[in-house]
DNA sequence: TTGTAAGCGTTATCAA
DNA sequence: TTGATAACGCTTACAA
């Protein structure tokens, strides 16, 4: 059914028939009456589509996650299907498994369907892809790693204090040998997270060694691999940051295949506070950070350009640390 | 830019352009060329919107899911969303947050935007929004949740099997007092898992008692709660067979407040083997379920009914017990 | 206040 | 093999 199969019903025009959908005030109170009950009755269907077409404007939001089964990355999900569902908006979702190759399709795939915005939550992104964004002037939110590129609303966590909280807590608890297990170099968090954690061991004068710096690729098997590796070298660290969750989860594995006691023989610390960190054994420290709030404020920051915002703002969230039971002062030797 | 822009610069027809494009095999191999050099060069992003108008299909994917935090549902959401971008379609995602106002707006959003198929795995829809789906023969999935509409493709868990599993291990351990907190009853799967758990315990001889019946919504605050008013009873369970991993978090948490000891005075049984069940203290004994398997199969049958496959398949996944160590023999009075 | 008609960017039919 | 043109279902000048 159509405008126009109802225009024949009503004997009005198709013009009439829209306008008393989308803007009834501009139409005689008598006939918009009509034309709606008629439309109730009928239980017709708006197209879309067409009207997209027309409008030029799919009042569609795109987002592209690089691994929608974390937690936080579901949290970010949530919070911004939520705020574009109250607005009239759709979300069309894309995972990109931490694979560029993936993120490419799916950022065409979301060009080719012209969404009316991208909220961008993923690897290191083709920046050719993201130019023709903004030269569409689809506007485009980074959310929590950066692509670098210039004018783009940006929601990020302060990664560099939130690093610096896990760190400065191990190191006042007495750990001279402290590890990290980074994420991987191409991504902006995953360095400032580094970053923070060299900051403040250098400030408390222990060398940050090489060997206790180890790199995975934000996902579990690999959070693993760099803890078998920590834990078998001849001294090992007595302290490791773990720079994300899903890494942490690879961690605790290795760890307890070892049988390796959590904090007595090893303190361990967390980024971002899934909920399973709370019910591990023993409860994780975690540097917790507002995933909702992030989403939120993503969303809205969209939606703002879209009506008309001219600038590009930066929202910095902070980070918590949430002391648990995974730390504890180092054995004494 | 568009066709009619590049038909210009090669001086073909729009319809030379489409054809080059679309149907690639109907063009001369010289113009083909020209047309597709000219594509390349000029970063030419077809117009979805505009062809599916044109063509009658979105090559979407509608998606409900009832909470999205859920890990088994972002398992769900991964699976389909990989199917779906393998074979060229896109998921428009949904979140109903185990409400059923919010699952009548997006179904009412989906079908307004043309989804070529939904996938189904919510709350108790509105029959009447799903039947319209049926008379556009729009084809409809169920997942997890059966809403009751003849001729749709479904994939569920055996859940009868589920909880049967779940309650014979309790009462193989010597459980008399065995407690359940169920979901809510307007959902199918909620159902079945209680009928599973009352007819296990039946042919144990054991009486179910009402006070050792609890219901929840599926969602983490009413585990607690239910959990409270169990132990809050004269003499309570000595068991609990918590229906969702959701409410399991929540019921543990009062579990925690009230220091009681997990497995030595209360045996838990959880179902959906969330990440966090297997390194929660004590890791948690519970029924899994395939649930990457269960989102591929789903997105499967609707892919298999878009390209003109009758009738309705109704998939019937396996699930398994994981023993771990939240359960042992009751305390002996 | 309403109707007419053009137009959004494709695809498909038909004719050349 | 290609081109002209209608059509998909809406919205919106503009005219009546």
Redesign the interface.
């Known amino acids: 059914m159509t405008f126009s199969d109802l225009a024949k019903q009503l004997n009005v025009s198709t013009a009439t028939v829209s306008r008393a959908l989308s803007r009834p005030e501009t139409v005689a109170p008598a006939t918009r009456e009509r034309v709606l009950e008629v439309v109730r009755r009928s ?1 017709y ?6 009207r ?2 027309r409008t030029q404007s ?1 009042r ?1 939001i795109g987002i592209i996650v690089s691994d ?2 974390n ?1 936080f990355f ?2 970010i ?2 919070a911004v ?2 705020v574009a ?1 109250t607005n009239g908006y ?6 990109a498994d931490e694979d560029g190759r ?1 993120e490419e ?2 950022l ?7 969404v009316s915005g991208l909220i961008h939550c993923s690897a290191g992104a083709n920046l050719n892809l993201l130019r ?1 964004l903004q030269k569409k002037s689809i506007p485009l939110v980074d959310l929590d790693r950066q692509s670098g590129l210039e004018n783009v609303d940006t929601v990020v966590l302060d990664n560099q204090l939130g690093a610096a909280l896990a760190t400065r807590h191990l190191v006042d608890l007495g750990h001279k040998r402290v590890a990290i297990i980074s994420g991987p170099k191409h991504l902006s968090n995953a360095r400032t997270r580094l970053d923070g954690f060299r900051k403040t061991l250098r400030s408390a004068h222990i060398i940050s060694q090489k060997k206790y710096t180890e790199f995975g690729d934000f996902r579990e098997q690999s959070g693993r691999d760099a803890a078998e590796r920590l834990l078998a070298l001849p001294t090992p660290p007595s302290a490791i940051f773990v720079a994300n969750n899903e890494m942490m ?1 690879g961690a ?1 594995f290795a760890i307890r295949q070892r049988r390796i006691k959590v904090p007595r023989d090893l303190s361990l610390v967390g980024f971002d506070d ?3 960190a709370q ?5 994780l420290t975690v540097v917790s950070q507002p995933t909702e709030a992030m989403g939120k404020k993503a969303a809205e920051l969209l939606l703002g350009r879209l009506q008309g915002e001219k600038l590009a703002n930066t929202i910095v969230f902070e980070p918590q640390l949430v002391v648990r039971r995974s730390t504890a002062p180092p054995k004494r030797k």
């Open positions: 239980g269907q708006m197209n879309a589509i067409a997209s077409l799919t569609t929608i089964r937690p579901s949290a999900v949530k299907e939520d569902r759709s979300v069309l979702i894309c995972n993936n399709v799916a065409q795939l979301l060009i080719e369907r012209q023709i989860a605790l899934a909920r399973w019910y591990s054994d023993p409860p």
